[in-house]
């Protein structure tokens, strides 16, 4: 016979933990704006939450969420939506995941960028979902099998498109990523503005991306994986 639980507004209180039974973590918080999609959701995590918390807004009361789930069914969106859960609770430790109705590279990617410990979809079996949850509460980061074999390709393209960028170009990249207005990024190489933004645009076709916070992403991304940021030449020397 299923156990009963106490319904109130915005909130799922499941029976206390019994000794023979999974060890239950404590409240997850839960925006979704789709009643159905959230029902399911408090069913699959029933034997891993000791309380569910549903709506746009954090638990009142001081009580601090063991992990936060968010929907999201855009990039911008789901910057938003964890850029507000981390204002809100105010304590980076705790994991944020974002919901997507599919997997989707694009938006995992810009939930990662966000601050987001990892991303699941609903079309992923309950026991991923429970799974996913637990993973991140290690502190590790959760994407689906699928959309990390896909990053990993995007990861490899990125690599071979900016080893076909010229030196210059590199150094051009190494300063915004550095946080340089292109007037600083001119002053430093003895270039023009206009000759800048020449390179930056020819940079951005050959990265395939849209704007200098993209291209600096990818730029440090890449250096990263190679060990350490790229050195600009100090100013005074031209590089060749």
């Known amino acids: 016979m299923e156990k009963p639980i106490t319904e109130r507004v915005g909130e799922v209180h499941f029976p206390a933990h019994h000794d023979d039974e999974p060890r239950l973590v404590g409240t997850i918080w839960i925006d979704c704006p789709y009643p ?3 029902a399911s959701l408090g069913r699959t ?3 891993f939450a000791t309380r569910l918390h549903q709506g746009p807004k954090p638990p009142v009361g001081g009580a601090t969420p063991s992990a936060v789930i968010c929907h999201a069914e855009s990039a911008q969106d789901a910057t938003l939506k964890v850029s507000n859960a981390v204002r809100a609770l105010e304590d980076s430790e705790v994991p ?3 919901l997507g109705l599919q997997a989707q590279l694009p938006l995992a990617r810009a939930a ?7 991303f699941i979809h609903a079309q992923m079996p309950p026991q991923q979902i429970v799974r996913a949850l637990e993973v991140a509460l290690e502190g590790k980061v959760v994407l689906p099998r699928e959309l990390l074999k896909a990053r990993m390709v995007e990861e490899e393209s990125f690599t ?3 080893s076909g960028l010229s030196p210059r170009k590199q150094e051009i990249l190494a300063m915004v990523a550095e946080g340089l207005s292109n007037a600083q990024i001119a002053r430093r190489s003895f270039l023009s503005e206009s000759t800048i933004k020449q390179h930056l645009r020819a940079a951005y076709k050959v990265l395939g991306v849209k704007n200098r916070t993209e291209a600096a992403t ?4 890449h ?3 190679m060990g350490g940021p790229a050195a600009a030449p100090p100013a005074g020397r031209r590089a060749t």
């Open 160 to 162: 071979e498109n900016l």
């Open 45 to 47: 995590l029933r034997g």
């Open 96 to 98: 944020i995941l974002v």
């Open 36 to 38: 159905l999609l959230s």
């Open 223 to 225: 250096t990263n994986q």
């Open 112 to 118: 990662l960028q966000a601050g987001a410990r990892g």
């Open 218 to 221: 990818v730029f440090r991304r």
